[in-house]
């Protein structure tokens, strides 16, 4: 056992290590099956952390992990999807090194596997309806009837199921049943179909096909195939571990993989179905799957949110086998934990007001240090260019400030960062009463000294040149639910989406931001961690920057 597994410790890992070291397994054989239905989520994360993770943590014995799709409902999936999956487990940080497999590669196999099973008695082609199927099936109190076509001859099963597969059926006229126990407390065991008509494209095969393997038959053929050794999946599944290992048993496979079940991710104020998600996107609430405020991959990485911090924050939440709900605080602590130690510092000011230092000649200019990342000393600092005009927040200026305000107010003084110690001296103000411009004077000789004796300056504030500044598009986002469990929202998971959260400003922003690359990550100073935008943001012609997360919880305090 490697010291990483050692140091991580939960129940999985310490079956795999346990398999090793008894010699059941030479090495272990993971996977990770999406299907190509929609993009990756936060959820999804957990499970390529752990089944990629344990490859790489037991790479000595030669263990690997497969990234596979399950595509074998073609009404449902596109190549869109497939492409998504691949890019966002790569930005996580794992590589499949070859192993890239397709559950509609294997059609031949799972249809031979079908066939084997007919000719067992095993499985029967059922003519009901669909409706008649479902009423059939009983509930947990009451045991299945039987189908009427449960007892056909396996000959003529056997010349149905040709039939399905020529295409002689429509959708819903037939299916292939496996034949288990109609009075089984387990439903998943009550004779399952198998095989369905599905009269459309595939993405991979075309129209080589016109019948489709259910995923829980086709699920345990993919591992056997794949010669998979531990079969990972969320506690969902526990139900449906008797039909996986029936299959197993009565099917001709290659290998016996076995299937363990773990809790998957459950966030407060998210929701991780991928038909809720798709609702939402298809119902214009958000502006794609990528939206920096869905809980998908492609959406946390469009916010800023660094894959390092994804994967720390798996590390972090474990695997056990017991549901429950985990707090977005946590995810968000991971992201502004790494954030403030990697993310350089930048000015820019989101609700400006005008500064105008009166004794700062028209026409002069000049050059300050600021500091990069004081995380970080060694990344030294940057000139950033100052002159007679400049804005800072609005809320860093107060009229009459109250006795714990450190910021500018009349005849107060404050330090602009990296820069000198000013003085309010007056300010102008608008018909609505808002203040529009203030009056500064600067103190000479202050840029990198203590306040002269007799000056009282307790603060710095960020600030951008007016004559040397860019504006920026900058969207601030929060939280897409105000509820924590937006799924259990008396009026269904929509009623409870945040009005605010999305907003967008024209800031203003220091000039070398105008000019970095998509996905630059940085923190606005004083004002939270910011990126930009890897589709919109254009360097040096159209800035656009993306709000990653605040400082500091602000939902910490609404509570």
Same mark, same amino acid.
């Given at each position: 056992?490697?010291?990483? #597994?050692?140091?991580?410790?939960?129940?999985?890992?310490?079956?795999?290590?346990?398999?090793?070291?008894?010699?059941?397994?030479? #090495?272990?054989?993971?996977?990770?099956?999406?299907?190509?239905?929609?993009?990756?989520?936060i959820g999804h994360a957990k499970a390529i952390c752990l089944n990629f993770g344990i490859a790489r943590e037991n790479a000595g014995s030669g !263990?690997?992990?497969?990234?596979?799709?399950?595509?074998?409902?073609?009404?449902?999936?596109?190549?869109? +999807?497939?492409?998504?999956?691949?890019?966002?487990?790569?930005?996580?940080?794992?590589?499949?090194?070859? /192993?890239?497999?397709?559950?509609?590669?294997?059609?031949?196999?799972? /249809?031979?596997?079908?066939?084997?099973?007919?000719?067992?008695?095993?499985?029967?082609?059922?003519?009901?309806?669909?409706?008649?199927?479902?009423?059939?099936?009983?509930?947990?109190?009451?045991?299945?009837?039987?189908?009427? +076509?449960?007892?056909?001859?396996?000959?003529?099963?056997?010349?149905?199921?040709?039939?399905?597969?020529?295409?002689?059926?429509?959708?819903?006229?037939?299916?292939?049943?496996?034949?288990?126990?109609?009075?089984?407390?387990?439903?998943?065991?009550? $004779?399952?179909?198998?095989?369905?008509?599905? /009269?459309?494209?595939?993405? @991979?095969?075309?129209?080589?096909?016109?019948? +489709?393997?259910?995923?829980?038959?086709?699920?345990?053929?993919?591992?056997?195939?794949?010669?998979?050794?531990?079969?990972?999946? #969320?506690?969902?599944?526990?139900?449906?571990?008797?039909?996986?290992?029936?299959?197993?048993?009565?099917?001709?496979?290659?290998?016996?993989?076995?299937?363990?079940?773990? !809790?998957?991710?459950?966030?407060?104020?998210?929701?991780?179905?991928?038909? =809720?998600?798709?609702?939402?996107?298809?119902?214009?609430?958000?502006?794609?799957?990528?939206?920096?405020?869905?809980?998908?991959?492609?959406?946390?990485?469009?916010?800023?949110?660094?894959?390092?911090?994804?994967?720390?924050?798996?590390?972090?939440?474990?695997?056990?086998?017991?549901?429950?709900?985990?707090?977005?605080?946590?995810?968000?602590?991971?992201?502004?934990?790494?954030?403030?130690?990697? !993310?350089?510092?930048?000015?820019?000011?989101?609700?400006?007001?005008?500064?105008?230092?009166? @004794?700062?000649?028209?026409?002069?200019?000049?050059?300050?240090?600021?500091?990069? @990342?004081?995380?970080?000393?060694?990344?030294?600092?940057?000139?950033?260019?100052?002159?007679?005009?400049?804005?800072?927040?609005?809320?860093?200026?107060?009229?009459?400030?109250?006795?714990?305000?450190?910021?500018?107010?009349?005849?107060?003084?404050?330090?602009?960062?990296?820069?000198?110690?000013?003085?309010?001296?007056?300010?102008? =103000?608008?018909?609505?009463?808002?203040?529009?411009?203030?009056?500064?004077?600067?103190?000479?000789?202050?840029?990198?000294?203590?306040?002269?004796?007799?000056?009282?300056?307790?603060?710095?504030?960020?600030?951008?040149?007016?004559?040397?500044?860019?504006?920026?598009?900058?969207?601030?986002?929060?939280?897409?639910?105000?509820?924590?469990?937006?799924?259990?929202?008396?009026?269904?998971?929509?009623?409870?989406?945040?009005?605010?959260?999305?907003?967008?400003?024209?800031?203003?922003?220091?000039?070398?931001?105008?000019?970095?690359?998509?996905?630059?990550?940085?923190?606005?100073?004083?004002?939270? +961690?910011?990126?930009? $935008?890897?589709? $919109?943001?254009?360097?040096?012609?159209?800035?656009?920057?993306?709000?990653?997360?605040?400082?500091?919880?602000?939902? !910490? =305090?609404?509570?």
């Amino acid at each position: 056992m490697s010291d990483t #597994t050692k140091s991580k410790n939960d129940f999985i890992r310490e079956i795999i290590a346990e398999d090793l070291e008894s010699g059941k397994h030479a #090495t272990t054989i993971t996977r990770f099956p999406p299907e190509p239905n929609g993009y990756l989520h936060i959820g999804h994360a957990k499970a390529i952390c752990l089944n990629f993770g344990i490859a790489r943590e037991n790479a000595g014995s030669g !263990a690997r992990c497969h990234l596979r799709f399950d595509d074998t409902n073609p009404e449902k999936e596109e190549v869109e +999807y497939v492409e998504s999956i691949k890019e966002d487990v790569a930005w996580l940080g794992f590589d499949w090194g070859g /192993h890239l497999y397709y559950a509609s590669d294997y059609f031949e196999f799972f /249809h031979d596997c079908a066939v084997a099973l007919i000719e067992k008695g095993l499985a029967y082609v059922d003519e009901q309806t669909p409706e008649q199927i479902k009423e059939t099936r009983g509930n947990l109190q009451t045991p299945g009837t039987p189908s009427p +076509y449960r007892d056909r001859p396996v000959a003529e099963s056997l010349d149905l199921f040709a039939q399905m597969r020529a295409g002689d059926f429509k959708e819903g006229e037939a299916v292939l049943r496996a034949k288990i126990d109609m009075a089984s407390s387990n439903m998943v065991m009550r $004779d399952p179909v198998i095989y369905r008509v599905i /009269h459309s494209p595939h993405h @991979n095969t075309g129209d080589a096909w016109c019948i +489709y393997p259910m995923y829980d038959f086709a699920h345990p053929l993919e591992d056997a195939h794949e010669h998979i050794t531990h079969s990972l999946c #969320t506690l969902e599944f526990e139900i449906h571990r008797p039909f996986y290992d029936w299959v197993i048993e009565h099917c001709p496979v290659p290998a016996r993989p076995r299937q363990i079940e773990f !809790a998957r991710l459950n966030l407060t104020y998210t929701v991780m179905s991928k038909r =809720k998600l798709l609702t939402l996107v298809k119902e214009g609430h958000v502006e794609g799957w990528d939206d920096p405020r869905m809980p998908t991959l492609s959406g946390l990485r469009r916010r800023g949110v660094p894959p390092e911090a994804i994967v720390k924050f798996c590390e972090r939440i474990g695997i056990t086998k017991f549901n429950g709900t985990t707090d977005v605080a946590l995810l968000e602590f991971e992201i502004r934990d790494f954030l403030n130690r990697e !993310a350089q510092r930048r000015m820019a000011v989101l609700d400006p007001v005008k500064v105008v230092l009166e @004794n700062y000649e028209e026409g002069r200019s000049e050059e300050v240090d600021v500091v990069n @990342n004081p995380e970080k000393p060694e990344e030294g600092s940057r000139k950033v260019k100052l002159g007679r005009e400049l804005w800072i927040e609005r809320d860093d200026f107060m009229e009459d400030p109250p006795r714990k305000f450190f910021r500018l107010g009349p005849d107060r003084h404050v330090r602009l960062r990296g820069g000198y110690i000013i003085k309010c001296v007056g300010f102008e =103000k608008g018909e609505d009463g808002e203040i529009t411009e203030i009056r500064c004077e600067y103190l000479p000789d202050t840029v990198g000294r203590d306040a002269p004796e007799g000056v009282q300056c307790k603060a710095a504030i960020h600030w951008v040149s007016a004559e040397f500044g860019a504006e920026a598009e900058v969207r601030l986002y929060d939280r897409l639910f105000t509820e924590e469990d937006p799924d259990g929202a008396e009026g269904g998971f929509v009623s409870v989406l945040n009005p605010e959260s999305k907003q967008t400003v024209m800031a203003r922003v220091e000039p070398s931001l105008a000019g970095v690359e998509p996905e630059w990550r940085c923190q606005f100073e004083r004002l939270g +961690y910011f990126v930009a $935008d890897r589709r $919109d943001h254009v360097p040096g012609e159209r800035p656009v920057f993306n709000r990653t997360v605040g400082l500091r919880d602000s939902w !910490a =305090k609404k509570k």
